[in-house]
Nanobody, 121 residues
């Protein structure tokens, strides 16, 4: 059984920063990908950042230059540093884990419970 627990969400003013964390526990293969999704009200959940256990990263265009994903493999923890936040970044943020990225690169197997990020003055 794998569990993902996120932390770090909250209310921040436009232009501010937040750092999210996601700790994974359980049986986790050494080759995996951890990603961050978000879902704004009335919108579909969207993947915007991912990082493989080897260090490769991918970002959606709308977060490039503002958000940075990183991970500590020893702690099975992934982080998301969010800078220059905008009101349109308001959403519930979820971390997710893909345990078989070489075979199923787009399928995530486990999800966290989500953490609310609100960007407002």
């Amino acid at each position: 059984q794998v569990q993902l627990v996120e932390s770090g969400g909250g209310l921040v003013q436009p232009g501010g920063s937040l750092r999210l964390s996601c700790a994974a526990s359980g049986s986790i293969f050494s080759i995996n990908v951890m990603g961050w999704y978000r879902q704004a009200p009335g919108k579909q959940r969207e993947l915007f950042a991912a990082m493989g256990s080897g260090g490769s990263t991918n970002y959606a265009d709308f977060v490039k230059g503002r958000f940075t994903i990183s991970r500590d493999n020893a702690k099975n923890t992934v982080y998301l540093q969010m800078n220059s936040l905008k009101p349109e970044d308001t959403a519930v943020y979820y971390c997710a884990l893909n345990l078989n990225p070489l075979v199923r690169p787009s399928r995530y197997d486990y999800w966290g419970q989500g953490t609310q990020v609100t960007v407002s003055s």
